[in-house]
């Protein structure tokens, strides 16, 4: 599976969009981007992912650059409870091998 | 309600006294992982299990055991626990898409 790189931390405003870039420079075609979210210890939530076409969910929507390098996870409305460490995860579609989280953005949501 | 449960949540144990982590899922889901999660290094992937009698390593597997005898149950053994499996630990299971996590297993052995 491809390798991730994103930033360690980020901060927004709450009510703002958030928006969390995730670079994947060695993604290969038959590769999606996953992201997932952890809220303090609790165990991680799965929020949305794609292949190719930018996606949208009832929590967020994901674009994906044409080349498939990079990708922004965008929350539109940020809130408190967002406050969380985002994952960002290459993998095939039908891996059911091991599963490569990094270590993710911790994103801040301030009043 | 669609859930992974873990069992028990907390767990204070002394170096070298076998344990088992229960996880238990109710989706009818084939895949089933361990992690374990410590500060700095993030979650790491300890065992996972792509159905019934079928498990392999993950990236940190010593020290620890699994069975899969039946579908819905992936128990997670230390055999002879030692202060460095102190951690928070995770039990997830998945069909293709998204995982779904239980709510962690904290256990520290002194």
């Known amino acids: 599976d491809a390798k991730t790189t994103q930033p360690t931390s980020m901060d927004c405003a709450e009510g703002r969009a958030a928006n969390l870039p995730c670079n994947h420079s060695t993604i290969s075609g038959n590769e999606y981007v996953y992201w997932y979210r952890q809220i303090h210890s609790q165990g991680p939530q799965y929020i949305i992912h794609?292949?190719?076409n930018n996606e949208t969910n009832e929590m967020a929507s994901l674009i994906i650059t044409e080349d498939r390098k990079s990708s922004t996870l965008i929350l539109p409305h940020a809130t408190l409870r967002d406050t969380a460490v985002y994952y960002c995860?290459?993998?095939?579609?039908?891996?059911?091998?091991?599963?490569?989280f990094g270590s993710g953005t911790k994103l801040n949501v301030k009043p | 309600e669609a859930q992974v449960t873990q069992n028990p949540r907390y767990l204070i144990t002394v170096t070298g006294k076998k344990l088992t982590v229960t996880c238990s899922q109710n989706?009818?889901?084939?895949?089933m992982s361990w992690y374990r999660q410590d500060p700095g290094l993030g979650l790491r992937q300890i065992y996972y299990s792509m159905n019934v009698e079928v498990t392999d390593k993950g990236d940190v597997p010593e020290g620890y055991k699994v069975s899969r005898k039946e579908k819905r149950n992936f128990p997670l053994i230390l055999e002879s626990p030692s202060p460095n499996q102190t951690s928070l630990y995770f039990c997830?299971?998945?069909?293709?898409?998204?995982?779904?996590f239980g709510p962690g297993t904290r256990l520290t052995v002194t």
């Open positions: 995860i290459v993998r095939v579609w039908d891996n059911f091998n091991k599963f490569y």
């Open positions: 997830a299971s998945r069909q293709l898409t998204e995982q779904y």
């Open positions: 989706m009818n889901h084939e895949y």
């Open positions: 794609g292949l190719k």
